[in-house]
């Protein structure tokens, strides 16, 4: 049988302590969450209906959630950073007080009213990680769910989306947070699992490498057309932006 030909997807960052510690690995290279470390295969329980114990199985062997976790592309935050809600809908973070390139910005309202219910604000972290493909596969962006349950305890949901790298670059985290009666911080650490990526495909997919220089990364993505939603409608043959 012939091997597949692997896709290639080439990660690009500007920033040398990334691209050293805080790279874009398959699950089968992270640690498995603790919880599941420490989770049975088994439990033995005692049924009341039968009058008698009864072994089973527990999600630790659940194919599903360790394909969740093995086959995914996990990204890890980058670096630490302290995102202050308010009870006015507005926010602050640590990013003043940090050395690192952290760029945090807010979607208003109405560029997604009806999405989501109650109060929230719609916050998009810029992933220092962009990444270009040649070839127009599709990727399936959600939380890394089984990895962590920090931001679903904060009842902030995480926006899922559907992209390929051919046609755009941004690996962006798109977090709607609720607005609550008093203050609260997000918490973000550095190493935390922030984001799981699913290549739609059958071939195997291979991740390449590169810090570049911040002038070039900045470029990247910057031959798509500029227009009102961004730079990454699908068009082949477009000319570089001047």
Excluded at 92 to 112: A, G, L, Y
Aim: proline share 9%.
């Amino acid at each position: 049988m012939f091997r597949k030909k692997p896709i290639i997807l080439d990660c690009y960052t500007s920033n040398k302590s990334y691209f050293l510690n805080a790279k874009p690995t398959f699950g089968v290279e992270r640690p498995k969450p603790t919880w599941l470390e420490e989770l049975k295969t088994t439990v033995t329980l005692w049924i009341e209906q039968i009058g008698m114990y009864n072994k089973m199985s527990t999600v630790g062997i659940c194919p599903g959630i360790r394909d969740y976790l093995s086959k995914a592309i996990h990204f890890p935050m980058w670096a630490d950073l302290d995102i202050r809600m308010n009870p006015d809908a507005t926010w602050t973070t640590t990013i003043e007080m940090r050395p690192f390139d952290i760029n945090v910005s807010e979607h208003p309202p109405e560029q997604w009213k009806g999405v989501y219910k109650g109060q929230r604000v719609a916050l998009k972290l810029e992933n220092p990680w962009k990444i270009k493909c040649a070839e127009p596969v599709d990727f399936l962006l959600l939380d890394s769910h089984y990895s962590s349950s920090y931001i679903k305890d904060l009842g902030i949901y995480q926006s899922p989306g559907l992209t390929n790298f051919k046609y755009q670059v941004s690996t962006n985290v798109h977090l709607n947070c609720p607005v609550k009666p008093e203050p609260y911080v997000i918490s973000l650490k550095y190493g935390h699992p922030l984001m799981s990526m699913f290549p739609m495909t059958e071939r195997p997919v291979e991740l390449r490498y590169h810090h570049i220089p911040v002038d070039e990364w900045q470029q990247l993505g910057n031959h798509m057309p500029a227009t009102m939603v961004g730079r990454y409608y699908r068009q082949d043959g477009v000319k570089k932006v001047k």
